[in-house]
Nanobody
């Protein structure tokens, strides 16, 4: 079971760090990712670990501001978000692909992940 937390209200320009914990799973064994979703919009890829390599969205709105990391000792995945903007407002989800068969081209595809956390709301005020 995945659980994402750390969301909240932050002013534009501020920072926030989201956490995702997994019960019954060892994060380092799986492909895992962060996505975000605005109401009425499709779920958007933010960052991922694929075969222990990190990837961050190359969309200009995210690139260079978000960093994904893992603390294997705590079995926790993080998303550090800096210089936040009102457009970052969304529900953020962590996800895991446990089969180990994900190919690189599927990293950004939400359908490639088979386990999801409940989401944590991030609101950035202008």
């Amino acid at each position: 079971q995945l659980q994402a937390f750390g969301g909240g209200l932050v002013q534009a320009g501020g920072s926030l760090r989201l956490s995702c914990t997994a019960s019954g799973r060892t994060f380092g064994r799986y492909n895992m990712a962060w996505f975000r979703q605005d109401p009425g919009k499709e779920r958007e890829f933010v960052a991922a670990f694929w075969r222990n390599r990190s990837f961050t969205s190359d969309v200009d709105s995210v690139k260079g501001r978000f960093t994904i990391s893992i603390d294997n000792a705590k079995n926790t995945m993080y998303l550090q978000m800096n210089n936040m903007k009102p457009d970052d407002t969304a529900v953020y989800y962590c996800a895991v692909e446990t089969g180990g068969r994900m190919i690189l081209s599927s990293v950004k595809n939400p359908s490639a992940y088979n386990a999801w956390g409940q989401g944590t709301l991030v609101t950035v005020s202008s």
